[in-house]
């Protein structure tokens, strides 16, 4: 189980704007959850890709078996990769997934542009899958990059051009592969608590 699927849509639930719909938005996570627990159970062996998630899935079926399979980033993001300045800044995702939508817009509206204040040529790259279902976030100064999946040259690019990494990040679910691969390409990051949750990263340190 790559990601709980019923701890991103209860987070989508509780953000929900629209108050009087979200008692029918509730029965569906407690659907999503009651089907996926129930899946669960019929395997022979669960596997989670954070002891966090493991602790969650057993959590939510107390009797489950869950092996733990850390995920990881390949090699060629460390290649020849030397320690880099740049006042570029970069978020990575797939767009199709409602956290890193989210993420994109709180780093757009509300981040991004006090580092602006402060840093005026500061720039903000977001690079990814399905970036057209944030088009509206473009400007001058926020470039959007649509990277096929398989693109690994132009996710190492991204990577090399940028300064930091920022992952204001609060729906849960799955590892970060962001935060390891901006790691293995010696950037710093700034995430939130929820963002480096199963990775065990300390802060300064790691």
Do not use: C
């Amino acid at each position: 189980d790559q990601t709980i699927e019923y701890q991103v849509y209860q987070h989508f639930v509780e953000n929900f704007k629209i108050w009087f719909m979200k008692p029918l938005l509730w029965i569906d996570v407690l659907k999503i959850k009651y089907w996926e627990t129930h899946f669960w159970k019929k395997a022979a062996r669960t596997v989670a890709v954070s002891e966090s998630d493991a602790k969650k899935m057993i959590d939510a079926a107390p009797n489950l078996s869950v092996s733990i399979v850390p995920n990881g980033v390949g090699e060629d993001l460390m290649d020849d990769v030397k320690l880099h300045f740049s006042k570029t800044i970069l978020f990575v995702g797939n767009y199709d997934w409602m956290q890193n939508i989210e993420a994109a817009k709180i780093l757009v509206k509300e981040v991004f542009p006090n580092v602006a204040e402060q840093i005026k040529d500061a720039k903000l790259m977001i690079v990814g899958q399905n970036t057209g279902k944030i088009a509206d976030l473009a400007s001058d100064k926020i470039q959007l990059v649509d990277l096929a999946i398989e693109d690994i040259e132009g996710i190492k690019r991204a990577f090399r051009k940028s300064g930091i990494l920022v992952a204001p990040l609060y729906g849960p679910g799955g590892t970060r592969l962001k935060v390891l691969a901006a790691m293995a390409a010696k950037l710093p990051v700034i995430t939130t608590n929820i963002g480096i949750e199963g990775i065990e990263a300390k802060n300064g340190e790691s």
